[in-house]
Structure formats: C-alpha cells, structure tokens
C-alpha cells in the first residue's frame, strides 16, 4: 500500500534538487496538513467528494497531466519547466488519494 513517504518521494523526485521559488515544497509537512491544502491558497490540491478523497479530480493530479483552471486563474502543468511525471506515478498519487491517503 503507498504510503504519504511515497507520495512524498515521488514529488521529490520530480523536482529534484531545483528551487521552487513560486510554492516551494508544499509536500514536506504532515499528513493531514497536506491533505488540506490549498493550491496558491485557492483550491484544495485533493478533492473530496461525499466526504471522501477522490483521486482522478483531485488538482494535484490534475496539474501533473495538464494545465489546470481553478478559481478562474490557470496553472501551467508542474512541475513547470521539468520533464513531466510518469504516468505511473501519477496514478500511484491518484490511487494513494482514492485510498483515502492513509500516513
């Protein structure tokens, strides 16, 4: 089962060693706060529907497939200006979140 290390992981990975001047490393805190999060503070990076975690509309998820519109502002896809993320650790952030994104 993946865990929030895993998720973390994968985000790491993508960006490497750059500096990510306009969020930073959002995913270096804790579970829950993760999980409430607000992209730019605006929408929640995991979406919820009926009170539970739903990868696949989730903008975290979203953004590392294609640009995204939220709150009427666009967001290129991230991470911005490196290679794209494997779709299959895509899918693993995806599943992780439907997994109600156990710690």
């Keep these: 089962m993946t865990k929030f290390a895993d998720v973390q992981k994968i985000l790491d990975d993508a960006v490497g060693s750059e500096t990510l001047f306009t969020h930073g490393r959002f995913w270096k805190t804790t579970r829950d706060k993760f999980v409430n999060l607000k992209l730019f503070d605006q929408c929640p990076i995991i979406a919820k529907k009926d009170n539970k975690f739903v990868g696949p509309e989730s903008p975290l998820v979203k953004i590392l497939q294609a640009p995204i519109k939220c709150e009427d502002v666009d967001y290129p896809m991230m991470p ?24």
């Design 80 to 103: 911005e200006g490196l290679p794209a993320v494997d779709k299959d650790k895509i899918k693993t952030i995806s599943d992780w979140i439907d997994d109600q994104c156990p710690e």
